[in-house]
């Protein structure tokens, strides 16, 4: 995959952006087809740093209820990146 599709934004949180303040890792919402090497290597191509690691998570919102019925939540993915402690990113 192209690395300018698989990273979808940035989350900023007050967990991710602490996070990223004390232990080097951030967090991204990705594509849904895309997988820890595809992940890693856009992050290493788009921000030039040296990734260790990658943990993703596949998210769902709950139902939500209508006047004319549940609709179903969406799904997306994440991915918490582990750089390199020499590296940083920055988001701002």
């Given at each position: 995959?192209?690395?300018?599709?698989?990273?979808?934004?940035?989350?900023?949180?007050?967990?991710?952006?602490?996070?990223?303040?004390?232990?080097?890792?951030?967090?991204?919402?990705?594509?849904?087809?895309?997988?820890?090497?595809?992940?890693?290597?856009?992050?290493?191509?788009?921000?030039?740093?040296?990734?260790?690691?990658?943990?993703?998570?596949?998210?769902?919102?709950?139902?939500r209820a209508y006047a004319?019925?549940?609709?179903?939540?969406?799904?997306?993915?994440?991915?918490?990146?582990?750089?390199?402690?020499?590296?940083?990113?920055?988001?701002?």
């Amino acid at each position: 995959m192209d690395p300018i599709h698989v990273i979808v934004r940035p989350i900023v949180t007050e967990k991710a952006t602490w996070g990223s303040g004390h232990q080097n890792r951030f967090a991204f919402e990705v594509s849904k087809l895309a997988t820890k090497t595809d992940i890693k290597q856009a992050v290493e191509s788009l921000y030039k740093v040296r990734v260790l690691g990658v943990a993703t998570q596949t998210r769902r919102l709950r139902n939500r209820a209508y006047a004319y019925g549940f609709v179903p939540g969406k799904t997306w993915k994440r991915a918490v990146v582990k750089i390199h402690p020499e590296d940083k990113i920055e988001l701002f």
